[in-house]
């Protein structure tokens, strides 16, 4: 074998040995991201179940929202319209966590097929 095809075949190598070693990395990143998001989805279950117990007491919260109104209505404007920019923020966050959710399973998918099962970082 010439010098030349066996340099070729060693830098080869070296790029395929780095090429796995960047695929276990993103795959560790992964690991990491889907592990923050984990966490805001258990913070987005505990907020869910705040929402319902404010919605079971509806009608006292309406009523004291009313005696607040009538005692300090500017009080009631400058936070009714904090929680419309809070909603409208939460609302296009919706969005963009269900698009991250599906690309990070589609990089995993990817990245585990490549690599084989069992070989993460």
């Given at each position: 074998?010439?010098?030349?095809?066996?340099?070729?075949l060693?830098?080869?190598?070296?790029?395929?040995?780095?090429?796995?070693?960047?695929?276990?990395?993103?795959?560790?990143?992964?690991?990491?991201?889907?592990?923050?998001?984990?966490?805001?989805?258990?913070l987005?279950?505990?907020?869910?179940?705040?929402?319902?117990?404010?919605?079971?007491?509806a009608?006292?919260?309406?009523?004291?929202?009313?005696?607040?109104?009538?005692?300090?209505?500017?009080?009631?404007?400058?936070?009714t319209?904090?929680g419309?920019?809070?909603?409208?923020?939460?609302?296009?966050?919706?969005?963009?966590?269900?698009?991250?959710?599906?690309?990070?399973?589609?990089?995993?998918?990817?990245?585990?097929?490549?690599?084989?099962?069992?070989?993460?970082?």
């Amino acid at each position: 074998m010439s010098p030349e095809s066996v340099e070729l075949l060693l830098r080869k190598q070296r790029l395929q040995l780095l090429a796995a070693d960047q695929r276990r990395g993103c795959v560790g990143l992964i690991e990491k991201v889907e592990a923050g998001m984990n966490t805001v989805a258990r913070l987005q279950v505990s907020l869910q179940a705040v929402g319902r117990t404010l919605k079971d007491r509806a009608p006292a919260l309406a009523l004291a929202g009313l005696v607040v109104l009538v005692w300090r209505p500017r009080g009631v404007l400058r936070w009714t319209q904090r929680g419309w920019l809070v909603y409208l923020a939460t609302h296009r966050l919706r969005g963009i966590w269900g698009t991250a959710l599906v690309a990070i399973g589609k990089l995993r998918g990817e990245a585990e097929a490549r690599i084989g099962p069992g070989h993460g970082g």
